[in-house]
């Protein structure tokens, strides 16, 4: 059973545009990670929110938590081939740690 | 310091070898987590350990044996592999405990499994 619903799977951008990912569920989270992987490395935190509502900037990263604690997106403005990766959002519950399926952005010059 | 570790970056290993990965950090934390993760997909959870004892082990075959020495150690003994093991294996940990508990996550072992 997948906790966690990432969309888009896929996004494939021109540089200087903007881009939203969304991780969705029917469950509560007492917190929620978004991380980024480059291929053959480990997942590298970008963010955790806690709070419900919460809006927490990283430069060019906008990263929003839900009012009821159970979604999340990642707003990405004017993008850089540097953003290109995996994107995957992680919820806390339980004792476990959830995975959504992951976005691969690919940025293009 | 939010840094951890893992050896060997690479392992190449036929079916009747028996080798073991690595993970170490010196963050405190209490939990540590191996997961696998196939290419292009999100990591899959193995094994939790907690203050040091195996808290969750998802299904997995008896040929992975996790062990934690001490709270900044974790090892992974492999024994028997297939081909089918082949993958990305990623050790984590985190503070445990805690409502706002965070993973970090090490840069992983590429295992292949000849």
């Known amino acids: 059973t997948q906790l966690l619903e990432q969309s888009p799977q896929f996004l494939s951008i021109q540089e200087g545009e903007n881009l939203t990912v969304y991780c969705n569920s029917s469950s509560v989270f007492s917190s929620l990670q978004w991380y980024r992987q480059e291929p053959g490395e480990g997942p590298v935190l970008l963010v955790t929110?806690?709070?419900?509502?919460e809006v927490k900037k990283l430069k060019r990263l906008t990263f929003q938590f839900g009012d009821a604690r159970k979604d999340s997106s990642l707003h990405i403005t004017a993008a850089q081939p540097g953003d290109t990766g995996l994107y995957l959002c992680?919820?806390?519950?339980?004792?476990?740690?959830?995975f959504g399926s992951g976005t691969k952005l690919n940025v293009k010059p | 310091d939010t840094e951890v570790t893992q050896t060997p970056k690479h392992l190449v290993m036929g079916m009747t070898n028996k080798k073991s990965l690595k993970c170490e950090q010196h963050?405190?934390?209490?939990?540590m987590y191996w997961y696998k993760q196939k290419a292009k997909k999100p990591p899959e959870l193995m094994f939790v350990y907690s203050y040091e004892k195996l808290s969750i082990n998802e299904s997995v075959p008896s040929r992975f044996s996790p062990e934690c020495p001490n709270s900044s150690l974790l090892n992974l003994h492999l024994h028997a592999l297939q081909p089918e093991d082949s993958a990305l294996y990623l050790c984590?940990?985190?503070?445990?405990?805690?409502?706002?508990?965070?993973?970090?996550f090490g840069p992983g072992t590429r295992l292949t499994v000849l």
């Open positions: 992680a919820g806390y519950n339980f004792n476990k740690f959830y």
């Open positions: 984590a940990s985190s503070l445990s405990g805690i409502k706002t508990d965070t993973q970090y």
């Open positions: 963050m405190g934390h209490r939990a």
């Open positions: 929110v806690v709070t419900g509502g």
